[in-house]
């Protein structure tokens, strides 16, 4: 009963699909990093990680439009570039992966993600 009562209150109309597609965005130091594929309007748990709005090109590849981490999915735009910014600039997607092993390592993946790429959305913030 109490598993029936905790999946009733865990469910949402974005949860997760029993298939995600994923993509591998290579930093400027050689380290990949595995991103789940989203639409623009996904809602996120809130917890801490990364995340890309992210341009699907012609041949299937992606562009990214903005890099950032947050403490919150859930909320990561505050602060942050506006949805509205990055769709005007071609975001189709959202990239995204829970990250909890502190401030430090999302911060650092972020960094070595934006000196690869320089996403458009990014430069803006760039100091």
């Not at 919150?72 to 735009?77: E, T, V, Y």
């Amino acid at each position: 009963m109490v598993n029936f009562i905790q999946n009733l209150l865990n469910r949402h109309s974005h949860s997760r699909p029993a298939t995600v597609a994923t993509f591998n965005w290579p930093g400027q130091s050689g380290t990949e990093y595995r991103y789940e594929i989203y639409p623009v309007d996904t809602v996120f748990r809130p917890l801490p990680g990364i995340y890309i709005y992210a341009k699907e090109l012609a041949d299937g590849d992606w562009s990214p439009i903005y890099i950032a981490q947050t403490r919150d999915l859930h909320q990561r735009l505050e602060g942050h570039v506006k949805l509205a910014d990055a769709i005007a600039n071609g975001a189709t997607h959202v990239h995204a992966h829970y990250c909890t092993a502190g401030p430090g390592a999302r911060c650092t993946e972020e960094q070595d993600l934006i000196h690869r790429w320089q996403p458009v959305c990014n430069d803006v913030f760039q100091s």
